[in-house]
Antibody
Framework: EVQLVESGGGLVQPGGSLRLSCAASGFSFSSYSMTWVRQAPGKGLEWISY????????YYADSVKGRFTLSRDNAKNSLYLQMNSLRAEDTAVYYC??????WGKGTTVTVSS | DIQMTQSPSTLSASVGDRVTITCRASQSVGSWLAWYQQKPGKAPKLLIYQASSLESGVPSRFSGSGSGTGFTLTISSLQPDDFATYYC?????????FGQGTKLEIK
């Protein structure tokens, strides 16, 4: 079964850091590009980052550029989102996704003092 | 960035109704357009990709059409399970932007 499982969410103070992980299983992870999408409470979906299968190409939304870093470890079938200088507006459920059709269940990040 | 605008933002309908949701792009995205259904507390579920291709396992009452800047999602006969929020997304160019969503409510 194709599966994505996010972890690493939690409560963090403004200005703090958090590292999200996405564990992939059931498919050849190293062959696929991956993305992160987030959803603030009661709001719509926001695409935030993309990484190609070999990590050669990475894109970020302007809202996270310079603060978030996306990486992957194909040997571990894992995707990582390092989030620094967190702000209240980063509070959201964070989803990793493969293409358009495979999504994890999400992990919740709350930025609050 | 490509802006995606959905209409309406909220739609009230009854079981058995035919409903249409519209998505407009600020520039051409070809057919690189997906539609998702999302229920509270759940991840989005892909319904339609490449504007009109039905994702495997999705009921045939869902259909998509359009190209360029104008797209529609049609549900031919609403079922109780269809009351949810629907999003379009362009995947023509980064950032892959979403519409603001259409909440489909029971009348």
């Amino acid at each position: 079964e194709v599966q994505l499982v996010e972890s690493g969410g939690g409560l963090v103070q403004p200005g703090g850091s958090l590292r999200l992980s996405c564990a992939a299983s059931g498919f050849s992870f190293s062959s696929y590009s991956m993305t992160w999408v987030r959803q603030a409470p009661g709001k719509g979906l926001e695409w935030i980052s993309y990484i190609s299968s070999t990590s050669s190409t990475i894109y970020y939304a302007d809202s996270v550029k310079g603060r978030f870093t996306l990486s992957r470890d194909n040997a571990k079938n894992s995707l990582y989102l390092q989030m620094n200088s967190l702000r209240a507006e980063d509070t959201a459920v964070y989803y990793c996704a493969r293409g358009q059709g495979v999504w994890g269940k999400g992990t919740t990040v709350t930025v609050s003092s | 960035d490509i802006q995606m605008t959905q209409s309406p933002s909220t739609l009230s309908a009854s079981v058995g109704d035919r409903v249409t949701i519209t998505c407009r792009a600020s520039q051409s995205v070809g057919s690189w357009l997906a539609w998702y259904q999302q229920k509270p507390g759940k991840a989005p579920k892909l319904l339609i990709y490449q504007a009109s291709s039905l994702e495997s396992g999705v009921p045939s009452r869902f259909s998509g059409s359009g190209s360029g800047t104008g797209f529609t999602l049609t549900i031919s006969s609403l079922q109780p399970d269809d009351f949810a929020t629907y999003y379009c997304q362009q995947y023509y160019g980064y950032p892959y932007t979403f519409g603001q969503g259409t909440k489909l409510e029971i009348k």
